[in-house]
Nanobody
């Protein structure tokens, strides 16, 4: 059974930092791109960042560029999202996803999803 499990979410004050992790099991994603999305209450799921299998190609949403850093450790089959200078508008459930087929910015193109982890940023 293929599973993606996110961890590291929580409550933090504005300006603080959190590091999310996405651990994969059931199959290797070392040859697949992986990404982070987020969904705030009442809003659609939105793209945050994506990293290619090699880590060479990385893209961010404009809203997080310069504050968030995506990385991966293929030996551990794990992806990370370091979030710095957090803002209240970053509050959302954060999801990891893998194996996009098409646009890496489109949630519907990803084949595998985690269950999500809540990130809450207080002002």
């Amino acid at each position: 059974q293929v599973q993606l499990v996110e961890s590291g979410g929580g409550l933090v004050q504005a300006g603080g930092s959190l590091r999310l992790a996405c651990s994969a099991s059931g199959r290797s994603f070392t040859r697949d791109s992986m990404g982070w999305f987020r969904q705030a209450p009442g809003k659609e799921r939105e793209f945050v960042a994506v990293i290619s299998w090699s880590g060479v190609s990385i893209y961010y949403a404009d809203s997080v560029k310069g504050r968030f850093t995506i990385s991966r450790d293929n030996a551990k089959n794990t992806m990370y999202l370091q979030m710095n200078s957090l803002k209240p508008e970053d509050t959302a459930v954060y999801y990891c996803a893998a194996d996009p087929d098409g646009s890496y910015r489109r949630a519907s193109d990803y084949a595998y999803w985690g269950q999500g982890t809540q990130v809450t940023v207080s002002s």
